[in-house]
């Protein structure tokens, strides 16, 4: 059993809903994203997911765009984002990480080269925006070869036919995006993310987490109630970034950041407690 799927198995067993920030490798700072992580730990987070810096994020809104430019200027690459995971793990090995990013610096690296070098540093699970199902087998060998999951993303145009295609690629869970756009954008609906997330549970066993257009502990709550794990990135990232521009050092940025974690802990707890 894949470290995620034991981590959603213990959660069905307590009762909970995973939560899952999400912050870019490298942003505020290299030197603050490994106690970053932990500190998203102590705050309540089940899963980690890091983005890999790239300059062309194309499903990120404008917050997140920001954070994986501020990345690269301080120098990260997909090799700091594995550094980081084998940094996080000398004190954590039970919290399970997952990258997302783009197919280029992976494929950059080589299928093989990436899965010897991911699976070494101690990372679960890869997430790509932009590879389709129809050209992930090389990917996914590689990938079960070392263990290692691979995420989907799920939007709400997903047609029938495709939804089947991704989730007999998908392992870990499946990520719905919850709104038509970007990272950041519009409003939820939740009745229409419930009636998305039981035409997914239709086609697979695998847990489904949401993301895109949670803000704070209210609309995680509200996912909560219908989703097996709630994905948090663009409030956190505008949080610290917020409070960089207030004067604060990414330390104290960093606790800003966990702090607002720790409140969308308790929204997602309040509803499945």
């Not at 983005?51 to 765009?65: A, H, K, Y």
């Not at 610096?105 to 699976?119: I, L, N, T």
Request: aromatic share 4%; with cysteine.
């Amino acid at each position: 059993m894949s470290r995620i799927a034991g981590c959603f198995e213990q959660l069905v067993e307590q009762g909970r809903k995973a939560v899952i920030p999400y912050i870019v490798v490298g942003d505020p700072s290299l030197e603050i994203t490994v106690d970053l992580m932990h500190e998203l730990v102590s705050s309540g987070a089940d899963i980690i997911e890091l983005g890999v810096p790239f300059s062309d994020p194309m499903s990120e809104g404008p917050v997140i765009q920001l954070a994986h430019e501020r990345a690269l200027a301080n120098g990260a690459s997909l090799r700091h984002a594995l550094d980081t995971v084998r940094a996080f793990r000398e004190k954590n090995q039970t919290t399970p990480v997952l990258l997302m990013g783009y197919a280029n610096p992976v494929e950059h690296m080589g299928y093989a080269k990436f899965a010897d070098a991911a699976a070494e540093a101690g990372l679960d699970a890869l997430l790509t925006v932009d590879i389709p199902p129809e050209e992930v087998a090389p990917v996914n060998a590689e990938l079960q070869r070392v263990g290692m999951d691979n995420i989907f993303l799920v939007a709400p145009t997903t047609p029938d036919e495709r939804l089947h295609r991704i989730v007999d690629q998908a392992s870990g869970f499946v990520y719905y995006v919850s709104l038509k756009g970007v990272t950041g954008a519009g409003h939820l609906d939740i009745d229409n993310v419930a009636h998305h997330v039981s035409r997914i549970r239709e086609n697979t066993q695998l847990p489904v987490a949401v993301g895109f257009g949670i803000k704070d502990a209210e609309s995680a709550a509200a996912v909560a109630g219908v989703a097996d794990g709630v994905v948090v990135g663009s409030a956190l990232i505008n949080a610290m970034a917020a409070a960089i521009e207030g004067g604060a050092d990414h330390t104290a940025a960093g606790k800003v950041a966990a702090g607002l974690l720790a409140e969308i802990r308790r929204g997602v707890d309040s509803v499945t407690s």
